[in-house]
């Protein structure tokens, strides 16, 4: 099962603008990682927020994360058509000597030159 | 530094055959992992190994699925015999650190994958 579910599920922009993601999880967590996957490649992680933050910087991207109501998202700011690609947010859910990181569904950003 | 690297990229086979990926983590690395993508969807694990030891197998399907990581570096995992439904990316992971309680620093680096289609 995934615990983490992006919103939207596809998100089609204009170079230049922003790409606003939205990650909802369920359990409490140690970490929230972000990944980008290009068409027919592996995974590339992007950022990690911990439990204990709630902003994270990182060139053009901003990650926010609310425990309280656990979510997270993710801003792509001045977007560009190599932004273009799946974005996936990850879960760190850790119970005793268990270490999982669940991945969500994705958003699908297109972004038009 | 050479990424996570898997063989072959790509495997058509027919149902009740067999069939077996490889991957060679990031030098150093002693966590490695295999998960499954269908597509549309987010990768899921299937095996988490720290060395050469598997400590998380729970969602492998172990009566056709096998994985092995002999000497703690190359890792094959192995479908016998495969099924229709068993059409989907294999990915292979690694990391760095062995993750401690109360630590959250487990970034995974991934190969690019297997497209297995069974016909």
């Known amino acids: 099962s995934q615990q983490g579910e992006e919103d939207p599920q596809a998100l089609s922009i204009q170079e230049g603008e922003n790409a606003t993601m939205n990650c909802s999880y369920k359990t409490s967590i140690n970490n929230l990682q972000w990944y980008r996957q290009n068409s027919g490649r592996g995974l590339v992680h992007l950022i990690l927020?911990?439990?204990?933050?709630r902003e994270k910087h990182s060139g053009r991207l901003r990650v926010t994360l609310d425990t309280s109501k656990k979510s997270s998202s993710l801003l792509i700011t001045a977007s560009r058509a190599a932004d273009t690609a799946s974005y996936f947010c990850a879960t760190d859910v850790r119970g005793g000597s268990n270490y999982k990181l669940t991945f969500g569904k994705g958003t699908l950003l297109t972004v038009n030159p | 530094e050479a990424g996570v690297v898997q063989s072959p990229r790509y495997k058509i086979i027919e149902k009740k055959q067999p069939v077996a990926f490889w991957c060679n983590p990031i030098?150093?690395?002693?966590?490695l992992y295999w998960y499954l993508q269908n597509l549309g969807q987010g990768p899921e694990l299937l095996i988490r190994y720290e060395n050469e030891e598997a400590v998380d197998d729970s969602q492998l399907p172990k009566d056709r699925f096998s994985a092995e990581r002999l000497k703690g570096v190359d890792s094959t995992l192995k479908i016998q015999p495969a099924e229709l439904g068993d059409s989907a990316v294999y990915l292979c992971?690694?990391?760095?650190?062995?993750?401690?309680?109360?630590?959250?620093?487990?970034?995974?680096?991934f190969g690019p994958g297997t497209r297995l289609t069974v016909l």
């Open positions: 992971a690694s990391s760095s650190l062995v993750p401690q309680l109360g630590e959250s620093t487990d970034t995974q680096y």
């Open positions: 030098s150093g690395h002693n966590t």
């Open positions: 927020i911990r439990s204990n933050e």
